[in-house]
């Protein structure tokens, strides 16, 4: 399974954007990447996912490098009920392999 | 439309003694999938189940763990002759279509096993 490297923690201010980077390397064509995350004691939460072209959803945005090796999760406001372990995920078939993620830490 | 369902949400175990952890999908998806979280540690896979039969088990461990997927009712992750480094948080997931790297995956809220 392709890897990816995150930072291991990251904190941002209530109210402010969020940019949580994510470097994959040895992506190959297929993969897709997917972010997820998990709120403490609970478990993990779709958040988005793309192939090749940036993506928009309620929850954030995903903006992916023009040669695939790295991307960006944006947090366009960050909350308090924001924080948790974010994990970027390269997809290629029906499992999810998780990395340590990125601990976000929101300060009011 | 109920979201995926676990459980029992805390079990707790003696060593030997058989764990049996259940898990209903969300109403229309026949995909699951079963990850544990060690403690401290990430999330791995263990298996992926499609109604009835196995699809890849490639992150069970070889002895004392079993997945079934049948035709009708939940879903089961049994662990026979526990010993304490099976306490862990145990999550089932399911998804809607056919288990495709675009297939979002839906998390229960886990069940977390310790074992005396």
């Known amino acids: 399974d392709a890897k990816t490297t995150q930072p291991n923690s990251m904190e941002s201010n209530e109210e402010e954007p969020v940019h949580l980077p994510c470097n994959h390397s040895?992506?190959?064509?297929?993969?897709?990447i997917h972010w997820y995350r998990q709120l403490p004691s609970q478990g993990p939460e779709y958040v988005i996912h793309?192939?090749?072209s940036n993506v928009n959803n309620r929850m954030a945005s995903l903006a992916i490098a023009e040669d695939r090796k790295s991307s960006t999760l944006i947090l366009h406001r960050a909350t308090l009920r924001d924080a948790a372990v974010y994990y970027c995920?390269?997809?290629?078939?029906?499992?999810?392999?998780f990395g340590a993620g990125t601990i976000l830490r929101v300060k009011s | 439309n109920a979201g995926v369902m676990q459980n029992p949400r805390h079990l707790v175990r003696r060593r030997g003694q058989e764990a049996r952890l259940r898990c209903s999908p969300m109403k229309g998806h026949s995909h699951v999938y079963w990850y544990r979280q060690l403690p401290e540690e990430g999330l791995k896979f263990m298996v992926y189940l499609q109604k009835e039969n196995i699809i890849d088990e490639s992150g069970m461990p070889k002895e004392r763990f079993s997945a079934e997927f049948p035709k009708e009712g939940p879903s089961i992750l049994r662990i026979q002759q526990v010993v304490r480094g099976d306490s862990a948080a145990y999550f089932c997931a399911s998804s809607p279509q056919w288990g495709a790297s675009t297939d979002t995956q839906y998390f229960g809220p886990g069940t977390r096993l310790t074992v005396l």
């Open positions: 040895t992506i190959s064509g297929t993969d897709y």
């Open positions: 793309g192939l090749t």
């Open positions: 995920i390269l997809m290629n078939g029906n499992k999810l392999v």
